[in-house]
């Protein structure tokens, strides 16, 4: 059974820094892009950025573009993501998401990650206040 | 990168059919085939509902059909039931290598 389990939310102070984490199980975590994806309070989904199996790709929404860092452990089947200089805009339900194994094209010469998510794990919440 | 556009509500009686449109632009939707659909029940993590554009995941009801026209992908349930009470969000792929999702539609089954 996949299993995707988020945690590391906190309270934090503006301008402040933390450092999510999302364990994995059940699936051959080198093999599948992960994602985090962020719901702020009564709000819709926004993504935040994609990193592929092995690491080397990463992609970031401009809203936290140079302020958050997505990274992985494959021998820990564990996912980051480092957030820093966090205002209240960037309060919300974290979830970390996985993709299914594989490629998918963006025209016939260019592979590209599959970005969309076939398992969630159960988000964690960041508060960003004073 | 704008959020693709949904209708805030839709409403249907159990049995019916009902659609949510989502409309992009020829950077996400019209560019590529890689619109997704995700099933939100109240304080639920998302759930995959149609990837690439039509593809059922395995488990998903065939009740749940979607496509894509242009710049706009459309997601329909038919024989509504109780259970498909909802917020629904759809999602693109971008030509920035992002992903962009709609501002989420929320079902009500009356």
């Known amino acids: 059974e996949v299993q995707l389990l988020d945690s590391g939310g906190d309270l934090v102070q503006p301008g402040g820094s ?3 984490s999302c364990v994995v199980s059940g699936f051959i975590f080198n093999s599948c ?4 994806v962020r719901q702020a309070p009564g709000k819709g989904l926004e993504w935040v950025s994609i990193i592929s199996g092995g ?19 494959n021998s820990r089947n564990t996912l980051y993501l480092q957030m820093s200089s966090l205002s209240a805009e960037d309060t919300a339900v974290y979830y970390c998401a996985k993709s299914p194994t594989g490629y998918s094209y963006s025209d016939v010469n260019t592979k590209i990650l599959k970005y969309y998510s076939d398992s969630w794990g159960q988000g964690t919440l960041v508060t960003v206040s004073s | 990168q704008s959020a693709l556009t949904q209708p805030a ?9 009902i659609t949510i449109s989502c ?8 560019g590529y085939n890689y619109v997704s659909w995700y099933q939100q029940h109240p304080g639920k993590a998302p759930k995959l509902m149609i990837y690439d554009v039509s593809n059922r995941p395995s488990g998903i009801s065939n009740r749940f059909s979607a496509s894509k026209s242009g710049n706009t992908a459309s997601l329909t349930i038919s024989g509504l039931q109780a259970e498909d009470e909802a917020d629904y969000f759809c999602s693109s792929y971008t030509s920035s290598s992002t992903l962009v999702f709609g501002g989420g539609t929320k079902l009500t089954v009356l």
């Open chain 2, 23 to 30: 409309t992009g632009t020829n950077s996400d939707i019209g």
């Open chain 1, 18 to 20: 933390l450092r999510l």
């Open chain 1, 33 to 36: 892009a992960m994602s985090w």
């Open chain 2, 9 to 17: 509500s839709v409403s249907g009686s159990p049995g019916q059919s």
């Open chain 1, 55 to 73: 690491g080397g790709i990463t992609y970031y929404a401009d809203s936290v573009k140079g302020r958050f860092t997505i990274s992985r452990d």
